[in-house]
C-alpha cells in the first residue's frame, strides 16, 4: 500500500483546505486511516481517523470540530477537510493506514504500519 498525500498550501487565516490521501498497490477500503500533523520541532499529533467504511471517526480535541474526515472507497481515497484555519494549524500533514484499527478512537502514530510522505500546510496573513 502507497499513501500520497495531496492539497496542501498557503491559506490566510479563516480559510479552508481539503486535503487528500490516496491509495495506490492495495485496496484502501481495508484499512482504517489516520491523519496527523507536525509542526516544527513538535511531536506528531493524531488528528483524526476514520473506519474501513467510513461511518465511524474519531477526532482529537484539537481540532476543535473544525476537521472533517470522510473517504470514498470506490476512488481509493480519504479527505481531511479543514475550516476556519488558524496559524497553530501551519504544519506537515500526513496520513497513514493500518488493517486493524477501529477508529474508536484517536490511535496514536505507533499503531499505523503504512505512510504518506505529508503536504505542508500554513496559515498565515
Known amino acids: 500500500l502507497q499513501l500520497v498525500e495531496s492539497g496542501g498550501g498557503w491559506v490566510q487565516p479563516g480559510g479552508s483546505l481539503r486535503l487528500s490521501c490516496a491509495a495506490s498497490?492495495?485496496?484502501?477500503?481495508?484499512?482504517?486511516v489516520g491523519w496527523f500533523r507536525q509542526a516544527p520541532g513538535k511531536e506528531r499529533e493524531a488528528v483524526s481517523c476514520?473506519?474501513?467504511?467510513?461511518?465511524?471517526?474519531s477526532a482529537a480535541d484539537s481540532t476543535e470540530g473544525r476537521f472533517t474526515t470522510t473517504r470514498d472507497n470506490a476512488k481509493n481515497v480519504v479527505y481531511l477537510q479543514i475550516d476556519s484555519l488558524k496559524p497553530e494549524d501551519t504544519a506537515v500533514y500526513y496520513c497513514?493506514?493500518?488493517?486493524?484499527?477501529?477508529?474508536?478512537?484517536?490511535?496514536?502514530?505507533?499503531?499505523?504500519?503504512?505512510w504518506g510522505q505529508g503536504t505542508q500546510v500554513t496559515v498565515s496573513s
Open positions: 476514520i473506519n474501513q467504511y467510513g461511518d465511524r471517526t
Open positions: 497513514a493506514a493500518d488493517p486493524l484499527l477501529l477508529c474508536m478512537v484517536v490511535h496514536s502514530p505507533r499503531a499505523y504500519d503504512h
Open positions: 498497490g492495495a485496496t484502501l477500503a481495508d484499512y482504517a
